[in-house]
């Protein structure tokens, strides 16, 4: 690693006298918590480039989906509609019902291993691009902030400002609107849980109605609230897990955002002898929505959001440079080497994300549009009768689609004779219902014989054979010799 | 001032040593968890053999991961630490000694008698009698050498990764010896002295404060060390490591009644466990901050140090776990996670991420300075960093997953909430059955991590020349420069604050109307004098605590008596009130000398692993189970048996529910009654005997400790026994199952036919106790 | 990538006095809002305890779980008039309740007391003979506790309340309150009993 650029310390100030206002970051304190403790509010200055562009229309394409999910009806519900109250999760037009939530395991460990392998080849695109508290903050609040208050300069002169009328006023405003668009998106989210029609349903009602549900949404606005309005990069460097276990994520070929030392060192202005290509213009550390300086290395703070990137860019284009001095790159190529992007880890990964596609894939194949559970009926196991011995069961199956269906429940692998009753009339269970259908099986006293334990097996079918469920149940009864005996003695 | 040049060489034998244990127990403890998930899945893997059953081997499991490889990695950990920090090597060679091979051999101990099923059946507190005992003395040794080596250290000023060793070795051995007072019936067996709601929360108590004390503390103190060392950084902050310390020692030890949450556990201690675990949160991610915040400066090693990579993964579960602890203290969520699996993915959240982290990346820091030669392949580090990420995440995944949706299908209910949704237990079982098999590829991933750790360790050792780090110092002939004696210890402003705030606090908390008045106000007057006196006097405490800070046996006193509150608190009042004679409600019948005996072969067989024995007071738990359980429903229990985890379903009031021959053919095969369980089979059962002959000297002790027994000889005992079992073996003959009377089978049948059997309390004794707990 | 800046360079910042084995520790402020939470725990526990435990605002978990168990009671009551045998013959003369008795019973019953109700592996219903009793509150009791001996199962937490009045309806449509055994005497004695 070049290190050759400790000669050339970051000024605690800066040059000019409005640099004084502006953020001096090191490596030893984190520049959003001042040396009393206080917050320090960062005024990202505004940037334009390539990868700014890209990333509000990707942004507003998010939001785009955020907002469609529980909007756009697939086979008759909402694409996304997760009905904790029912128990039914409508999924872009398929229905799982409680007994499919496991799947839900597939939905996690996909993003992990996507997380992963996206941080490996690419570092934190996901916190950069596409992560909500980025999307929101980035490309809504933060826009809200620049259109009411004005550029970084505006922003940090109200900052410094007294508290007269004005500043009541703009900051109220912005505030206002802040809760506004928090309350949003609560609702937003509450209505992937209720559907919106339901959602506005209960809307137009007393909150007294659904208490619950009322004091869900407003605890979750005050929290987005809070967030947006006041917390924000404190989120990615202290909570999120993922912020933190991304260095240890990202390896030397991964891409990073990082400063290409060799070429910007020693900074100095240009034309000055022996400068190198960075003219020590600070922009890079004022565009910072984190407030790190990106020229001391990659940092804990850093979202991988390339605000740096099109600054410098913009500053090269104008000194008629080549840009790239900030660039997305790996390690290995700031070091001027070639990026191997096959590596063990990347293909590891790949591997368990197409193993772990293909077990989900398996798995959500065998979601049948029903599902079905034999217990023992509760009592006595089993009943000697005169002529045969009786075990009793619930057949419990649950329809999963939106239509009645008839099911047609058999047993087999029984001894000679065995009556079945229960199974003659199929068994009818309306939409998104559960029905029970008692089984009863008498196995004649001629017939049984051995050890008196076999397993058979109860089948449950709809009644156009399109598909069938199995369970192997367990024969219980007295010892079959014992019997005999006890039958003999009396 | 005669300063004498001194070169001192560590004793890292004795580090070289632990870890090699910790390398050998940290796979033997994995590998049973790997064992014991699978047998979740396949009930065939218990081989219906009584020493591979998964209630007999979960016990090694957890006591293998805590004792045997966080312990030795702890006491490896702390000795190469503290030998560094107060320079001095350790004081006796001889106690070093004695401390790894005594551990060493209580490991063996219960690695043999925990498979036999010699249990006291309180989890983490499994070990019999006579373990115990030498658990206790080598605990002993180990503070014995380690305060004597802080007497002869030649670096006056404890360093904070000290502090929370000096934390960790007064609290085990508090916990430790509390929770396992029991009076011996054998050389084998032992009761508890507490019953019930007292044992119960004893349990908790030390169990919660095993995972502080134990897994968090002396942990904290190896970060504490270890992450600057190898990180190459300061330390973030001080004053947050001052601040981080005592509310973490203090706040932790109240938490334990959060593991009793919506039970028949008195609500104040409830709400004790709740608010003081939410308070629990700050003062822990205090310590992540620090973690965390001090690799902030090597942040661009991580990418290629694995070391730093496992640390900065640890400290990150960390946060994560101790995030989540709060969160499952609300009483609301832990009415869903609770006795799920949600739990355990918790615990290991914690286990596998920040316990094995920090010992993996321990290790590797460790490896080349203790055998003088480079790690044999940091690719191999780095890759078990890779696997041991991918199998914590789909551990974690999993147990989640599988715990939110049994714990959201066994509370749903149906028609306006007067029905349950999923009556049967099983159903919700065979639910999450998939994901019990991806925990066992999650474990087996993170055990093959730590297999390619070992591969790395055999490696980098073979052939490698051991080598025992030196230091020189200058050995300063003078007395110690600031004693603090007792007026300086307890007369000053910190200690006066909080000691009075306390004290009002807790009169606040607990007294009467005036005593209440009078505490808030005191309480108050403490929080604003303090403020006032620390506004006024801008040199704050921090001068004091820098003189305590060179003078152990005070800061020891005052770490003390910031652990001892809490559970004094919580545990007087209960050991005194909750007798007998003040139940309210109902009252157990005690068990007659066949259910007790019964009630020793589910204790022995480990049941409570996977059964609870408490109905929560939750709508959907009473209308699953019956009514909610009371208080004195346990009281005579030796030990409780309320359980953590619902693997099967609650068997508070099992008793009646189903006739004799269900449970008989139930024991043999449980599938053959409940189709899709999980639970293994016990035909051993029917061919031991029942050991009627140890139930003479049971009784005495149990009547010792308050169960109302009346002195019978061995031949009533006998006699009673005869009658009851031959009655259930005659009822089991007519519904055609054949057993003879003296079999366990019979025993434990009559046991599960007592659960719940209570006796209405006299009205008068009720409405003497009608006040307020 | 570059590591400009020499890491152990400590930038000016204060570092304690102090070093241990070489590590050395900065003092530096805790973020307010870390404080903040903190505090913020405090206060809300001694607000939750004041609550809980100092006014008469909060129930006990005790009376809170018998209040929500007897809430549940009484709904399951308003689904269903309060049953005594002249409601349950009452009932049984309602052609819709009849109706979805007869579902019920198609679905539930069947397999043991036969299509006819003529019995098979449970006895017949259309005799006049009753082993548990005959009168409506006897049958009801039946069909909700069962009769584990014989392996009748208890249908109470299965079924529900409702679903099993309709089943007894059904069973009484076949019947007259005035054949022996099914109690006609004993109804009308509850004065609350206006369906």
Redesign the interface.
Same mark, same amino acid.
């Given at each position: 690693?070049?290190?050759e650029? #400790?000669k050339?310390?970051?000024p605690?100030h800066g040059p000019s006298s409005r640099a004084t206002a502006l953020i001096t970051p090191?490596?030893? #304190?984190?520049t959003t918590?001042?040396? @009393?403790?206080?917050?320090r509010f960062l005024h990202p200055a505004d940037v334009q480039g390539r990868f700014t562009t890209v990333r509000r229309a990707s942004a507003l394409a998010l939001i785009a989906i955020y907002l469609a999910l529980p909007w756009v009806k697939v086979g008759g519900y909402p694409a996304v509609f997760l009905d /904790?109250a029912e128990?039914r999760f409508h999924l872009f037009g398929w229905t799982l019902a409680?007994?499919d939530?496991?799947l839900?395991?597939f939905l996690?460990?996909g993003l992990?291993?996507t997380l992963?392998l996206l941080t490996s080849l690419f570092g934190r695109v996901w916190c950069g691009w596409a992560c909500p508290q980025t999307v929101f903050l980035e490309h809504l609040f933060r826009r809200v902030e620049r259109w009411l208050e004005g550029d970084a300069h505006n922003r940090r002169a109200l900052d410094a400002a007294p508290w007269n009328a004005i500043k009541i006023v703009r900051r109220g405003a912005k505030q206002l609107v802040f809760l506004v668009l928090s309350a949003g998106i609560a609702h937003l989210f509450l209505a992937y849980f209720v559907s919106i029609p339901n959602l506005w349903g209960m809307m137009c009602q007393s909150p007294g109605e659904h208490w619950g549900l009322f004091l869900f949404v407003a605890i979750a606005t005050g929290i987005l609230y809070f967030n947006f309005s006041w917390?924000r990069e =404190?989120l990615c460097i202290?909570i999120c897990?993922y912020g933190?276990?991304q260095? %240890?994520?990202? @390896?030397?070929n991964?891409l990073?955002i +990082?400063?290409? #030392?060799t070429r910007?060192?020693p900074r100095g202005k240009a034309g000055s002898a022996g400068a190198g290509a960075c003219v020590d213009c600070n922009r890079c550390v004022q565009v910072c929505p984190t407030g790190i300086d990106i020229?001391? +290395?990659?940092?804990?703070e850093c979202i991988g959001c390339a605000a740096c990137i099109d600054a410098c860019d913009q500053v090269m284009t104008r000194l008629k440079r080549p840009t790239g001095l900030v660039r997305y790159d790996s390690?290995e190529g700031?070091?001027g080497r070639r990026t191997r992007w096959f590596r063990? !880890?990347t293909a590891?990964y790949c591997v368990?994300l197409t193993v772990g596609g293909a077990v989900a894939l398996w %798995?959500f194949s065998g979601v049948r549009p029903a599902s079905m559970? /034999?217990? !023992?009926? =509760?009592? %006595?196991?089993?009943?000697?009768a005169a002529d045969h011995v009786?075990n009793?069961?619930?057949v419990?199956v649950v329809n999963k689609t939106t239509s009645p269906a008839r099911y047609v429940i058999t047993a087999s692998d029984l001894p000679k004779e065995t009556k079945v009753? +229960?199974g003659?009339?199929p068994?009818?269970v309306g939409p998104m219902a559960e029905?029970? !259908?008692?089984?009863?099986v008498?196995v004649p006293r001629d017939h049984y014989t051995g050890t008196g334990?076999f397993q058979f097996e109860v089948n449950v079918q709809d009644q156009a054979h399109t598909f069938e469920l199995k369970?192997?149940?367990?024969? /219980?009864?007295?010892?079959p010799e014992?019997?005999k005996e006890?039958a003999s003695a009396k | 001032m005669s300063d004498r040049k001194l070169t001192i060489e560590y004793n890292d034998r004795i580090v070289r040593q632990f870890l090699i244990a910790t390398l050998i127990w940290g796979a033997v403890g994995m590998l049973v968890g790997v064992l014991i998930a699978s047998q979740l899945n396949f009930f065939k893997l218990n081989f219906s053999l009584p020493w591979l059953t998964f209630g007999r081997l979960r016990p090694l499991h957890t006591n293998a991961v805590i004792f045997a490889f966080v312990g030795n990695m702890m006491f490896g950990g702390v000795y190469y630490s503290t030998q560094r920090l107060v320079k001095a090597r350790l004081a006796s060679d001889f106690l070093s000694n004695l401390h790894f091979w005594g551990w060493q051999a209580i490991i063996v101990a219960a690695a043999i008698t925990l498979p036999l099923g010699l249990t006291r059946g309180k989890e983490y507190a499994e070990l019999i009698w006579p373990i115990n005992i030498a658990v206790a003395v080598i605990w002993v040794v180990f503070a014995v050498n380690f305060f004597w080596t802080l007497a002869k250290r030649n670096e006056p000023s404890l360093y904070v990764a000290i502090w929370f060793y000096i934390a960790t070795i007064i609290t085990v051995a508090m916990l430790y010896i509390v929770n396992h007072l029991s009076i011996p019936t054998s050389l084998t067996h032992s009761y508890p002295v507490f019953a019930g709601v007292q044992d119960a929360l004893v349990q908790w108590w030390y169990g919660h404060n095993a995972v502080a004390f134990f897994l968090t503390t002396p942990i904290l103190g190896i970060m504490y060390y270890f992450v600057p060392k190898a990180a190459e950084r300061p330390v973030y902050s001080y004053r947050l490591s001052v601040i981080h310390f005592w509310s973490l020692v203090f706040i932790y030890i109240w938490a334990g009644p959060h593991h009793l949450l919506n039970t028949a556990l008195p609500n104040w201690l409830q709400m004790l466990g709740m608010t003081f675990s939410l308070m629990l949160w700050a003062p822990s991610w205090g310590g992540m901050l620090n973690g965390l915040l001090t690799l902030r400066g090597a942040w661009h090693k991580l990418r290629t140090d694995p070391v730093l990579k496992f640390f900065a993964a640890a400290v990150t579960f960390y946060g994560m776990s101790t995030f989540e602890g709060p969160l499952l203290s609300i009483k609301s969520v832990n009415a869903l996670g609770h006795y799920t699996d949600w739990i355990i993915g918790h615990v290991h959240a914690g286990a596998l991420g920040w316990n094995g982290f920090m010992a993996a990346g321990m290790v590797y820091w460790l490896l080349p300075r203790l055998w003088n030669k480079p790690l044999h392949s940091t690719s191999l580090a780095n890759l078990h960093f890779w696997i041991g990420t991918v199998g914590i995440l789909l551990y974690v995944a999993a147990m989640w997953t599988s715990g939110i949706t049994q714990g959201l299908m066994l509370n749903a209910t149906t028609e306006n909430g007067t029905v349950l949704a999923y009556p049967n237990f099983l159903d919700t079982l065979n639910t999450i059955r998939p994901m019990m098999l991806m925990r066992v590829v999650g474990g087996g991933l993170y055990l093959t991590g730590w297999i390619l750790l070992a591969y790395n360790f055999i490696r980098t050792v073979s052939g490698a020349q051991a080598v025992d780090g030196t230091v020189e110092v200058f050995v300063e002939d003078h007395p110690e420069q600031k004693p603090l004696g007792l007026f300086g210890t307890f007369l000053n402003p910190p200690v006066v604050f909080t000691g009075l705030g306390l004290v009002f606090a807790c009169s606040w908390l607990f007294g009467g109307a005036a005593l209440q008045i009078l505490g808030i106000t005191g309480t108050a007057l403490c929080v604003i004098l303090a403020f006032v006196h620390y506004q006024a006097k801008n040199s704050g405490w921090g001068e004091w605590y820098d003189r305590l800070l060179v003078n152990i046996a005070p800061f020891t006193v005052l770490v003390f008596i910031a652990v001892v509150i809490g559970g004094l608190i919580q545990i007087i009042p209960t050991v005194i009130m909750n007798r007998a004679s003040n139940v309210e409600d109902r009252i157990e019948i005690p068990y007659t000398p066949l259910e007790l005996a019964g009630r020793d072969i589910y204790v022995r067989e480990g049941c409570y692993n996977c059964h609870s024995q408490m109905i929560r007071t939750l709508v959907s738990d009473v209308l699953r189970y019956g009514d909610y359980s009371r208080l004195g429903e346990s009281i005579y229990d030796h030990p409780y048996q309320w359980g953590s985890k619902r693997t099967g379903p609650d068997l508070a009031r099992e008793g009646g529910k189903y006739p004799n021959s269900w449970h008989f053919n139930h024991m043999e095969n449980p599938r053959s009654m409940s189709i899709g369980s999980n639970m293994p089979n016990y035909p051993w059962l029917y061919q031991n005997k029942t050991d009627v002959a140890a139930l003479t000297s049971k009784i005495n002790v149990l009547r010792k400790l308050g169960v109302p027994y009346p002195e019978w000889s061995a031949d009533d005992i006998a006699a009673q026994v005869a009658t009851q079992s031959k009655t259930i073996a005659d009822d089991l003959k007519a519904s055609q199952a054949y057993v003879a009377q003296d079999r366990e089978i019979v025993a434990l049948i009559a046991y599960l036919q007592k659960l719940g059997k209570s006796q209405p309390v006299t009205p008068t004794v009720a409405s003497a106790k009608a006040a307020k707990p | 990538m570059s590591t400009p800046l020499n890491p152990n360079s400590l930038n000016e910042e204060p570092v304690r006095p102090h070093s241990y084995d070489g590590i050395r520790e900065f003092d530096k402020r805790l973020p307010n809002w870390w404080l903040l939470t903190f505090y913020g725990t405090i206060v809300f526990a001694i607000g939750y305890w004041f609550y809980y435990a100092h006014t008469s605002l909060a129930p006990s978990p005790n009376a809170a779980i018998e209040a929500k168990m007897a809430q549940i009671q009484s709904t399951k009551l308003a689904s269903s008039p309060v049953l005594d045998d002249d409601v349950l013959w009452k009932m049984s003369r309602t052609a819709s309740m009849v109706e979805a008795g007869a579902a019920t019973f198609k679905s539930t019953c069947v397999s043991c007391h036969g299509e006819k109700l003529t019995g098979g592996v449970g006895p017949n219903l259309v005799d006049q003979t009753w082993i548990h009793g005959g009168r409506p509150t006897q049958i009801l009791a039946t069909v909700t506790n069962g009769v584990a001996a014989k392996g009748m199962p208890t249908w109470g937490p299965v079924l529900g309340g409702k679903r099993i009045s309709e089943v007894v309806s059904f069973i009484l449509s076949k019947h007259d309150p005035a054949e022996p055994g099914m109690g006609a005497q004993t109804a009308s004695t509850n004065p609350y009993n206006q369906p």
């Open positions: 690693m070049p290190a650029s #400790s050339a310390p970051v605690r090191n490596r030893d #304190s984190v918590i001042r040396e @009393d403790g206080s917050r /904790v128990r409680a007994q939530l496991w839900l395991f996690i460990t992990g291993f992963f917390f =404190q202290v897990p933190r276990l260095s %240890a994520l990202i @390896d030397d991964s990073i +990082g400063y290409d #030392s910007g060192e020229r001391q +290395g990659l940092q804990i390690t700031f070091l063990p !880890r590891f368990m %798995a559970s /034999v217990t !023992r009926m =509760q009592g %006595a196991p089993y009943f000697v009786r009793q069961f619930l419990r009753i +229960g003659e009339e068994l009818e029905e029970l !259908r008692p089984l009863i008498e334990r369970r192997q149940v367990q024969w /219980v009864g007295p010892d014992l019997l006890d | - | -």
